[in-house]
């Protein structure tokens, strides 16, 4: 009988290698991933931005969710949100529709309803598929191509296919594509230049506006700044795209292969001498020379700060935080603290990170959301002074927490900054 939660040492990790990572920390051979989403008491990745609320980055866009009611019950919590109360409509599947696929052609009907409806045209329809259309088989862009011919505005598919999620493109990938794929061949402007990966902004502080003007861009372009179809449109006349996380690689391929524009990408980093090192990357790649002094001096003093007013107190890191947890965890123990659990999945990509993990705090252990032995966690087996992340901080809920997966996205020295304010603030 099982009476302790599954964990690993990241020594142990480590010598097992990327190509053998235990099944218990890999989400695709369990039976559901329902952790750490449901914390937010959401379905998974819906929280923050799923695919409804992410495919609806377009300005001025509305979107037809085609599925079961039990499918769309948590979209009434979206339709909620300011901004978001007129932009959802639903076509609801019965058990024929879900066995012989009935409901596909009454689709492109219901986008030109939803458009008549609306007193003013929207700019694009997104029409967001479950999982019920992906055992189907749906080919969605046939369905799309012949709503777009009958209601007469841009219509494009997106998918909420929970069971791709661990696929070579999951439904994150995927609605990143369709979101900038209304945009068309444009004169390039040289002083543009497209930050892509996230569904909100950086936050206002970020060094990276300050480093772009640096090297003589004059516009900044990002989709949620984006207040009208205009200001996105011009998104195309971008001379390159910033990638900030890697599920918008296949936008950005897609943006290179149809309008020419060249991307490259950058990680969020936590650790200030990789981020000085990435930077330098960056500057060399377009041609320009940087000036980050002021702001890095800014982060390492913060750390110092909190180092000196606290000591090296003990950090226990989740995954349900704007971070990926090994090179956060990385960037706490060079920093001079002590990590003594991760609450995460792994993935090959992790490893860069686990190697050097594993040199300088091998005992740190790793705890998966996935398992249902973590009913059998107790909290008192590991010494923490604080917790970063909500899962973290639902097993440890005496301990201070910083959740840090605030909408606007950290990135670069200043992320580094505020996530050492905002500890400080919890311990305080």
Not at 5 to 26: F, H, K, Q, W
Not at 145 to 154: C, F, H, N, Y
Not at 233 to 240: T, V
Not at 259 to 264: D, S, T
Request: net charge negative.
């Amino acid at each position: 009988m099982i009476t302790e939660p599954y964990s690993i040492t990241i020594r142990e990790l480590n010598e097992a290698g990327a190509d053998n990572i235990p099944p218990e920390l890999v989400p695709a051979t369990q039976l559901i991933y329902s952790s750490p989403a449901t914390l937010a008491f959401n379905s998974p990745g819906a929280t923050g931005f799923g695919v409804k609320r992410a495919g609806l980055a377009i300005p001025g866009s509305v979107m037809l969710l085609v599925a079961p009611g039990c499918c769309g019950r948590n979209t009434k919590l979206l339709s909620e949100i300011p901004g978001y109360e007129d932009r959802f409509f639903f076509l609801l599947m019965d058990e024929s529709d879900i066995v012989n696929g009935d409901h596909l052609a009454r689709v492109p009907e219901a986008v030109r309803e939803v458009v008549d409806y609306l007193d003013e045209k929207p700019s694009a329809v997104m029409v967001c598929a479950t999982c019920v259309d992906a055992l189907l088989g749906t080919d969605w862009d046939r369905v799309c191509r012949k709503a777009e011919t009958l209601s007469g505005v841009p219509v494009r598919p997106c998918y909420m296919y929970a069971l791709t999620r661990e696929g070579r493109k999951p439904p994150m990938v995927l609605v990143r594509k369709a979101i900038y794929s209304l945009l068309e061949p444009a004169k390039r402007d040289p002083r543009t230049v497209n930050i892509m990966g996230y569904f909100s902004p950086l936050t206002d502080d970020c060094e990276m506006y300050d480093l772009l003007r640096q090297a003589g861009v004059k516009k900044i372009n990002e989709i949620s700044r984006c207040n009208e179809f205009e200001e996105y449109m011009g998104m195309s006349r971008a001379n390159f795209n910033i990638i900030l996380n890697h599920e918008a690689r296949t936008a950005a391929d897609d943006l290179a292969g149809r309008l020419g524009i060249p991307y490259l990408e950058l990680t969020r980093l936590y650790q200030t001498d990789k981020i000085a090192n990435q930077y330098s990357a960056f500057a060399e790649s377009i041609g320009a020379v940087f000036d980050d002094s002021e702001f890095r001096e800014r982060a390492e003093r913060a750390v110092a700060d909190f180092r000196e007013k606290y000591g090296s107190i003990s950090i226990a890191v989740g995954e349900m935080l704007n971070a990926n947890a090994f090179e956060l965890a990385l960037a706490l123990v060079k920093y001079g603290f002590k990590v003594p659990e991760i609450y995460s999945n792994v993935s090959r990509e992790d490893y860069v990170f686990i190697r050097h993990l594993a040199e300088i705090s091998p005992e740190t252990r790793l705890f998966t959301n996935l398992s249902p032995t973590m009913l059998f966690y107790d909290c008192s087996r590991a010494d923490a002074d604080l917790t970063l992340g909500k899962d973290a901080e639902y097993y440890h809920p005496d301990c201070p927490n910083v959740p840090w997966n605030e909408e606007k996205q950290p990135f670069g020295y200043s992320g580094v900054t505020r996530l050492f304010e905002k500890m400080t603030e919890a311990l305080a």
